[in-house]
């Protein structure tokens, strides 16, 4: 066992390293969606190749999901986090230097997957530094990390992008990976992953896909937890990467003022992520899930009927609160499903082939919008919030706050 296995690092070290790899992941997809139009005109791009950009940034995170999950639970959270960090920086500086549509997509692609392993292992980290007490709220301030970074994308992207360019501005995006790595300097694993260090090492990947699938239970809520990390992504990316240009070409916005909506949303769905791991820390979670979807069902439909944009820009505050204040769960919620050998894969694996599904979000809602309307889109949106109701009543598990074990779901 190696010295950085022996030492255990603290609480407050861990929600920091977890919060600002995730951070990182916001401020990247963010920046990309405000620069899509100048990448658009640099490169001559089409509409379609645009929206590829973002897609296959996810297709990638899905790829890094799966094999650093996997990497996680054999080598260390800390570890492996760090490598992802590395890998994400040289492929978005790449980014900086590409000369056309295809060399573009491949550096996106390989920062995705860099990307890929930073929810994840961030939240396993999270459960194995915190006690199960308090693991709703905790996972949900990793969430909140993501609309961190997506806060500050808002704020400075319009502030730089006319003067240093979207090649300055993917530079620009190596800043956070940078301070990701500074944090997570000389930390050492959580006490959770080193007392069952040699089962860690010891599991095949398909060994550790299998345990997510081991019995009818297991198997039910695997499907469960897709189905709500397939619809949250999907909502949340289709929302957020056509928003700034659905309120430039239909009520002039400028730049500044698109980040100044971008900017209102996500301060409600951090309200929302930090409401959300506050109730299910003192009620049943399943029951708060029901609620915040409730909630989205309703939020959209209302928010596609609107055409005043000042009545848009608070109405879109609390649509957020509902659509991503969900996000506050998912990473206790596969903690607590899943045992410890297996934690990290099962969130990766799980949100990261839900965020490949979301992936989808933009291209859809952006079809829909040339062949109906964007309402039509927006309101069309909502239905898929159902399907997580379902999901929750029928297939999640009930059970919550449970302490590490090596043992079955409850």
């Given at each position: 066992?190696?010295?950085?296995?022996?030492?255990?690092?603290?609480p407050?070290?861990?929600?920091?390293?977890?919060?600002?790899?995730?951070?990182?992941?916001g401020?990247?997809?963010?920046?990309l969606?405000?620069?899509l139009?100048?990448?658009?005109?640099s490169?001559a791009?089409?509409?379609?190749?645009?929206?590829?950009?973002?897609?296959?940034?996810?297709?990638?995170?899905?790829?890094?999901g799966?094999?650093?999950?996997?990497?996680?639970?054999?080598?260390?959270?800390?570890?492996?986090l760090?490598?992802?960090?590395?890998?994400?920086?040289?492929?978005?500086?790449?980014?900086?230097?590409?000369?056309g549509?295809?060399?573009?997509?491949?550096?996106?692609?390989?920062?995705?997957?860099?990307?890929?392993?930073?929810?994840?292992?961030?939240?396993?980290?999270?459960?194995?530094?915190w006690?199960?007490?308090k693991?709703?709220?905790?996972?949900?301030?990793?969430?909140i990390?993501?609309?961190?970074g997506?806060?500050?994308?808002?704020?400075?992207?319009?502030?730089?992008?006319?003067?240093?360019?979207?090649?300055?501005?993917?530079?620009?995006?190596?800043?956070?990976a940078?301070?990701?790595f500074?944090i997570?300097?000389?930390?050492?694993?959580?006490?959770?992953f080193?007392?069952?260090?040699?089962?860690?090492?010891?599991?095949?990947?398909?060994?550790?896909?299998?345990?997510?699938?081991?019995?009818?239970a297991?198997?039910?809520?695997s499907?469960?937890?897709?189905?709500?990390?397939s619809?949250?992504?999907f909502?949340?990316?289709?929302?957020?990467?056509?928003?700034?240009?659905y309120?430039?070409?239909?009520?002039?916005?400028?730049?500044?003022?698109?980040?100044?909506?971008?900017?209102?949303?996500?301060?409600?769905m951090?309200?929302?992520?930090?409401?959300?791991?506050?109730?299910?820390?003192r009620?049943?979670?399943?029951?708060?899930?029901?609620?915040?979807?409730?909630?989205?069902?309703?939020m959209?439909?209302?928010?596609?009927?609107?055409?005043?944009?000042?009545?848009?820009?608070?109405?879109?505050a609390?649509?957020g609160?509902?659509?991503?204040?969900?996000i506050?769960?998912?990473?206790?919620?596969?903690?607590?499903?899943?045992?410890?050998?297996?934690?990290?894969?099962?969130?990766?694996?799980?949100?990261?082939?839900?965020?490949?599904?979301?992936?989808?979000?933009?291209?859809?809602?952006?079809?829909?919008?040339?062949?109906l309307?964007?309402?039509?889109?927006?309101?069309l949106?909502?239905?898929?919030?159902?399907l997580?109701?379902?999901?929750?009543?029928?297939?999640?598990?009930?059970?919550?706050?449970?302490?590490?074990?090596?043992?079955?779901?409850?």
């Open positions: 066992m190696t010295q950085s296995l022996k030492k255990s690092v603290t407050g070290k861990a929600m920091l390293a977890a919060i600002g790899g995730y951070a990182m992941d401020f990247d997809l963010l920046i969606g405000f620069m139009p100048a990448i658009s005109l490169l791009l089409t509409p379609s190749q645009a929206g590829s950009l973002v897609t296959w940034t996810l297709i990638g995170a899905v790829i890094g799966v094999v650093f999950g996997h990497l996680s639970d054999r080598l260390g959270r800390i570890r492996v760090t490598f992802t960090i590395l890998m994400f920086a040289v492929f978005t500086g790449l980014c900086a230097v590409a000369q549509y295809w060399d573009l997509l491949t550096y996106r692609t390989l920062a995705g997957v860099g990307l890929g392993g930073e929810f994840g292992i961030g939240m396993a980290l999270i459960a194995e530094a006690p199960a007490s693991r709703n709220r905790a996972s949900a301030w990793v969430g990390g993501w609309q961190l997506v806060l500050l994308a808002a704020f400075i992207t319009p502030l730089l992008l006319g003067y240093i360019g979207w090649r300055g501005m993917f530079l620009v995006g190596l800043l956070p940078v301070a990701s500074m997570r300097r000389g930390l050492g694993e959580p006490e959770g080193t007392r069952h260090v040699d089962v860690h090492q010891g599991l095949s990947f398909a060994a550790r896909l299998k345990l997510l699938f081991k019995d009818a297991t198997a039910k809520a499907l469960g937890i897709f189905i709500l990390c619809v949250q992504n909502g949340y990316y289709g929302l957020m990467i056509w928003m700034p240009a309120l430039s070409s239909s009520f002039g916005f400028s730049l500044t003022k698109s980040g100044l909506w971008t900017a209102v949303t996500v301060v409600g951090t309200f929302g992520i930090w409401l959300f791991g506050m109730l299910a820390d009620f049943a979670r399943w029951k708060i899930f029901l609620l915040y979807q409730t909630g989205a069902v309703a959209v439909i209302l928010y596609a009927q609107l055409r005043d944009p000042m009545v848009m820009l608070f109405t879109g609390v649509m609160m509902f659509v991503n204040g969900m506050g769960g998912y990473g206790a919620l596969i903690s607590d499903t899943y045992p410890v050998q297996v934690r990290a894969t099962a969130q990766n694996v799980l949100f990261n082939l839900g965020r490949g599904v979301g992936g989808f979000g933009p291209l859809v809602i952006g079809l829909l919008a040339v062949k309307s964007f309402g039509a889109a927006i309101t949106l909502a239905l898929i919030y159902l997580d109701i379902i999901a929750t009543l029928f297939l999640l598990p009930k059970t919550q706050g449970k302490e590490d074990a090596l043992g079955a779901i409850g």
